[in-house]
Every structure is written in C-alpha cells, then in structure tokens.
C-alpha cells in the first residue's frame, strides 16, 4: 500500500500506470460482443448472387448490378479511381475476359456479369436480395455455402423499394431466422456478411447510426444507416443483431470514391418481408398513395405560417383527383399526425402512408392558418410516377423589390407543366436580392405567395406591393424535382 506522499521512482510508476491502462483495455474488450458463433451460424445461409447479361460491345457495364451511377448505392468505381484496379482485376476490363468476339471494338453480342448478395429466407429455396443486383439480368446464379450453383427464377421485384424475390430448385437448404427492425436502436451493434469486391463471406460489424432515414427517390423506404463497412458486393446481403437475427437488408453506400466511407443504408426486415409477403400472395406489391408532394417544416417556414415550433410535413402540392384533395387537404397545410402517429419530420410520412390499407379511411390532422383541424382521407393505391417537366417562355416584367425578373407563362408551357397546374409566373432573372437570399432560381415557377396564388404577372406585381417587410412569408415554387416551399423575407 502506498503511503501518503510517497513518491514513486520513474520506472515504477511507469509500469504502475502501464498496468493500469493494460487492465482498462481488456476490461473495455471484455464487454465487445464475439461474434464468432453468429457468423458460423448464419453464413451457410448467404448466399452470392452473379448475374449474366448479353451486351452489345460498348455499352456493357459489367458490374451492372452495383452501379447505378448514383452517388449512394454501391456504384462502380470511377475511371482511374482508387477502386479502378479492383474493379478490372475481378470483372474485366469490358466484361468476363473483355477480348475476343464480342471484345473492344467489336460489335457481337457478349456476357456481362455483375455481383451481389443475398439470403435464403425459406428451406425449399426463397432467397431475397436488392432488385439492383438482378435487374435487366439474363441469367442469374445462386452460389451456395456449399460452393454449389443454381440458376435462380425471379418470383417478383418492387423497385421502389429495390428488392427482389427469387426461388432456386433446392431442398432443406440452411434459412436466416427474421427479426424486427422495429426494436432497433442508434448504438445497437449490427452485422454484415456479404461478398464485397467479389470476396465470399466477408463479415464486417458495426453500429446503428440512425433510424428513419429518407433519401431521395427513395420516399417509401425508412433506411437503417449504420457505420458497418459495406462495400459493392454487399448489396442484398443481411445485416444481422446480436440475437443473429435479420433486421436489415444492406443496400446502398453514401460514397464520393466509390468505396466505404462510413455512411451505409439497409432496408428494414420488416418493410421488406411485408413485400414478399405481397409477390407471394399477389404477384405485386401496393402501396397506399395520399396525393401530396411534401416538404420539410423550416424554422423560417414555421414562423411564416404561425406554428410554435417545426414540425410535420408541409404540403407544397396536392395532386388533382387523389384522395388528399378528395378530403380537402390544401397547399400550405402542414400535416401533423397521420392515423394517430405524431410526424415531426416529413419524411416519417411516406413510408407510414405507403403501409395503410388500400380503401381505409384514416383521420389526418392538419395546421391550416394556425389553426388545428382533423380531416378524415380515404387512402388510394399509389400509382405510377410522372416527372415534372418546365420549359422557359418569353415576355418579361422586371421586380425590383424581390430582385427577380417574371413573366407570364406561354400556353405551350401550361400544357406541359404537370396536369391540374394553373396560374403562375416564370423566374427568368435572379438578382441580388431577397428572392435570391431565399433560394429562388432562374427558370422556377412562383406559383403562391403569402398563401395566395398567382394567376398572371400583373397580379404578381400588385402583390408583392403588398408584402410585410422583416417579416418572413412563404413562397411556393415550382422547380425540375417538383413544388418546393421557401421562406421569403423582404429587409425593411
């Protein structure tokens, strides 16, 4: 026992202390989780997924199924990226073998092979993956854990939700045990095992970062993002929890490379088996559809439309015969609960619409002007989406106030804005201002300011005689991604 005031000597209280830090190191190891019985158990139910496509020379991808050219899932590496040499080394330069027939500069038809994962959910051979992985394919193989291959059928697809259902003729085959994505937290650990860069049973761990996650194009899929390591080759592999339970599907990758870089996306087990569900009893997957294009609540936009605190999601556009308008919900109404669950960010509303029964009538509750109502929505099926498509026109009236230059819309230009659209003015010049400050851009179309809709420019430039000054006020545009609501503030 040390006494009061000693003084150790250098060299024991160096190894005092190195003591101390070695003790506190394998007792922080002592509490990680071993994942060694998991895996063992778990990995002869995953599965490589290859696939063959037949291509003409020069327009072959052959990792198809991994790139998308979209910044998020798994996509090809770049032309002299870090990824290049692996890319080439385990798919060819164009292809499996990228010479011969069919080889550069020819022009016969040749195999392009893309790679990804997946799981076997059933003994008598369902396995699901990302519909990525299989898409446009011509032939598409199952590898085993036991190294055997077999040509898988496909049952059905849901892009939107980019999974796919697929059955191989096999018998008492090894099966995942499905959890609930559900009872996920942030922090929890999670694991991936999956075939990245072509490496067969790769096993990666990590957290769950966030819960909820909405990207774009991507509306009706509530992603789990975590920290695991998830490279191309991943995409439709299982993301298991410490109970070796699937509680995801891995998916897509936030990546400037090409490669990892911390930030991967999974889609829930429960989402997804509600989507097998469907292709196995129906053929197709539908989802209940409200009618609404939805933005996020600012704290600017808030303040403009005189709520406490942002929140919901606020309508930017409702579209014409859909069961949003058959309620009676409005452009600038902010959605707060929908069926009796409270929504604080828009994007949590999507995917609780897109699980509602067809036909079911369900109460939504709406801030209208301040004010709280409840409306009651029957819910429709969602049906195909269309882009919005604008064009510029000519005629020009200049708004100093604003700092833009307007003009009237041409009829060319109504008939191929978005059906039901009326009124309306085309930006067609940002100046330093306070449009600009705003987010306006050249080519919007300012379709509501002040919660009053513009008809022509004329009535735009009477309007915004009116407008408070240092106050802020919402404007409603439209733009190439759809309407989109901004805060304006005019300076005194």
């Given at each position: 026992m040390l006494g009061k005031g000693l003084k150790l000597r250098p060299r024991v209280a160096i190894s005092v202390w190195a003591f101390a830090a070695f003790w506190l190191v394998s007792a922080q190891a002592g509490d990680l989780p071993d994942f060694t019985k998991l895996v063992e158990k778990n990995a002869p139910a995953v599965v490589n997924i290859s696939t063959v496509q037949k291509s003409v020379s020069g327009n072959s991808n052959p990792h198809r199924g991994e790139g998308r050219d979209r910044p998020r899932r798994g996509p090809e590496a770049p032309d002299g990226g870090p990824l290049d040499d692996w890319f080439k080394r385990f798919f060819g330069e164009e292809g499996e073998g990228g010479g011969g027939p069919g080889g550069p500069g020819g022009g016969d038809p040749r195999e392009a092979r893309s790679l990804g994962s997946g799981f076997v959910l059933s003994e008598d051979g369902y396995v699901l993956t990302n519909n990525h992985v299989i898409a446009?394919?011509?032939?598409?193989?199952?590898?085993l854990n036991d190294r055997r291959e077999l040509e898988a059928e496909v049952i059905g697809v849901d892009e939107r939700s980019d999974l796919a259902l697929l059955h191989v003729k096999a018998t008492k085959l090894p099966v995942v045990k499905i959890g609930q994505s559900r009872d996920l937290k942030p922090g929890e650990w999670v694991l991936a095992i999956g075939s990245p860069f072509g490496f067969d049973y790769s096993v990666t761990a990590g957290i769950v970062s966030a819960l909820g996650r909405s990207l774009p194009r991507e509306n009706y899929v509530p992603f789990i993002q975590t920290d695991v390591a998830i490279n191309p080759g991943n995409s439709g592999g299982p993301l298991f929890n410490l109970k070796g339970e699937v509680i995801g599907i891995n998916s897509q990758i936030y990546s400037r490379t090409g490669g990892y870089m911390g930030v991967s996306f999974a889609i829930p087990i429960d989402m997804a088996m509600n989507?097998?569900?469907?292709?196995k009893s129906k053929g197709r997957v539908t989802r209940g559809w409200l009618g609404v294009l939805i933005q996020d609540v600012t704290r600017e936009l808030a303040e403009s439309f005189k709520m406490d605190r942002?929140?919901?999601a606020l309508v930017a556009k409702v579209l014409p015969n859909s069961p949003g308008e058959k309620a009676g919900i409005q452009v600038g109404d902010v959605i707060v609960k929908f069926n009796g669950v409270d929504i604080v960010d828009s994007s949590e509303l999507p995917p609780l619409v897109g699980v509602t029964t067809i036909d079911k009538k369900v109460p939504v509750d709406i801030i209208r002007g301040g004010k709280s109502e409840r409306l009651s929505v029957v819910i429709g099926?969602?049906?195909?989406?269309d882009d919005i498509k604008l064009s510029s026109g000519s005629g020009t009236v200049e708004d100093d106030r604003l700092g833009i230059v307007v003009a009237d819309l041409t009829a060319e230009m109504r008939q191929r804005m978005e059906q039901g659209t009326e009124g309306g003015v085309l930006v067609q010049q940002v100046n330093n201002g306070a449009a600009a400050k705003a987010g306006v851009r050249r080519g919007d179309v300012i379709m509501m300011i002040n919660n009053e809709n513009i008809t022509d420019a004329k009535q735009y430039k009477n309007l915004i005689k009116k407008l408070p000054t240092d106050k802020s006020i919402p404007i409603?545009?439209?733009r190439r991604g759809g309407p989109v609501f901004l805060a304006l503030k005019i300076p005194k």
């Open positions: 446009d394919a011509d032939k598409i193989i199952v590898r989507v097998v569900d469907q292709i942002p929140q919901g099926e969602l049906p195909p989406e409603l545009i439209h």
